[in-house]
């Protein structure tokens, strides 16, 4: 039995480490058993889900060295491993001919050069299902910082899917295309990741990543295909790959150069839907879409928020700008954090909002038409209600000219100006929330009587909604 490593190596990855530190050992059953738990760590790296099984054997002609199993489809799948010291010894013993009926991933423990990858290449025909590479190639295939991203990023679905679907070779060369496609300049990075990904996937694995990069070279174009960005509309994104399209465009955005393309994702969203993706877009900017989508999401509550992120003057005369914080779409205006929920549970009220007065109100509160309003007075309490908005602005003038007391504004009710059907939004101050159905735009606007004191100026609603 020969391993070959490749020793010395600056930065070595953990899983040639280990196999190295396995070698060294003088037991060959302590050689054997450290180098099965490297391969395993290795695979269970690429692909967390799956479930491994050793065998007894070791190196041996036609039985696995290991067995992965997962579930696809309600259905356990497996594919069986097998170890071998060298790809070089792969070619040799024509084990790609010997093992095809059992759509084998043949793992090499060496760094072979490039003529054995050569002859390797020449044995694996494109109609097979084996897969054939190195623990030097896996390697170069980083792990995401968080879990939660495993299945978001396009370097992270290939790896999660090497072991279950991959075929042909699997060399340093494609590992580093792999990799690239989340660090190097889109356009190109895209195309090498597409040639990569159809020598290594057959079926719907290979359909929905060439899919998924395609549309990613289309965004980047200078000049995106009108066709491409219709069809988006024709046929939106499902989840899953809105899930890797947006974090990827919006960590580029500088590089997107046409605004239909923000246009066309934007028509995809929905509050609901930005939450539920909120994880893979925490402490992104994503600004560029959502201000472009206000006027189509919907807002169950918004509130205004003294913002914790703002430590200094410098911080806060940055433009306002949408973030996803905690499961829940926020914008940092300045000192203040507006937080949307798209169910009014999803946004809790404060009980030290803002004092406001009529006289402060009256002005912005014409950009509205107001359908009711409490006062609270020092001896008394007023409700004014009405369809008519004229009518409820001409009562509460009546009322201050007639009666003596220091009135204060609890609350007002809102709708947009002039559109009867519009869904109302109660703005309450002390609780220095809004809430009611309304556009994510509306909310913005409503929400912004809740700083009279400290107003969002016209600049940061036009940063937030583009109007």
Request: proline content about 4%.
């Amino acid at each position: 039995m020969t391993i070959e490593v490749h020793a010395g190596m600056q930065d070595e990855a953990p899983v040639v480490a280990a196999v190295r530190q396995a070698k060294a050992h003088s037991r060959s059953a302590d050689v054997i058993d450290g180098v099965k738990t490297a391969v395993i760590d290795e695979l269970k790296r690429l692909d967390p889900t799956l479930k491994i099984k050793t065998t007894e054997y070791f190196n041996h002609s036609y039985v696995p060295d290991l067995i992965a199993f997962w579930r696809e489809e309600g259905k356990e799948r497996e594919r069986r491993v097998f170890i071998r010291g060298s790809l070089s010894s792969v070619v040799a013993a024509r084990d790609v001919e010997s093992l095809a009926d059992q759509e084998p991933l043949l793992i090499g423990l060496g760094d072979e050069k490039k003529k054995v990858l050569a002859d390797l290449r020449k044995q694996l025909p494109s109609s097979t299902r084996t897969l054939a590479t190195e623990v030097t190639a896996t390697s170069r295939i980083p792990t995401l910082a968080r879990d939660e991203e495993r299945d978001t990023q396009l370097s992270g679905l290939v790896r999660a899917n090497i072991v279950r679907g991959g075929r042909g070779l699997l060399s340093d060369k494609a590992a580093d295309r792999i990799a690239a496609v989340e660090e190097g300049e889109p356009v190109e990075a895209l195309k090498a990741f597409q040639t990569t990904v159809r020598q290594l996937f057959t079926g719907a694995t290979a359909d929905r990543l060439n899919r998924t990069a395609g549309l990613l070279v289309e965004f980047f174009k200078e000049s995106p295909t009108r066709e491409t960005l219709d069809s988006l509309r024709e046929k939106p994104l499902l989840d899953g790959e809105l899930r890797v399209v947006l974090p990827y465009v919006l960590r580029r955005a500088a590089e997107v150069s046409a605004a239909e393309v923000w246009e066309a994702l934007a028509s995809m969203l929905t509050l609901e839907r930005l939450e539920s993706m909120a994880p893979v877009l925490a402490d992104l900017d994503v600004t560029p879409i959502v201000k472009r989508a206000t006027r189509l999401m919907t807002a169950g509550r918004s509130a205004l928020y003294p913002n914790p992120t703002i430590a200094d003057d410098e911080q806060a005369a940055s433009p306002a700008s949408w973030k996803v914080r905690n499961g829940r779409l926020v914008a940092d205006v300045h000192r203040w954090a507006l937080w949307m929920g798209s169910d009014a549970r999803k946004v809790r009220a404060r009980d030290d909002g803002t004092d406001a007065r009529w006289d402060e109100l009256s002005a912005p509160l014409r950009n509205f038409d107001l359908t009711a309003i409490e006062l609270h007075g020092l001896s008394r309490q007023l409700a004014v209600a009405n369809e008519n908005p004229d009518t409820v602005r001409e009562d509460v003038e009546r009322i201050r000219e007639t009666i003596e007391d220091d009135f204060h504004v609890a609350a007002v009710t809102v709708r947009e100006k002039g559109d009867d059907d519009a869904g109302e939004v109660k703005v309450e101050f002390e609780a220095a929330t809004a809430t009611g159905k309304a556009t994510v735009d509306f909310h913005v606007r409503a929400a912004a009587l809740l700083g009279i004191r400290r107003p969002l100026t016209d600049e940061d609603i036009e940063a937030l909604t583009g109007e």
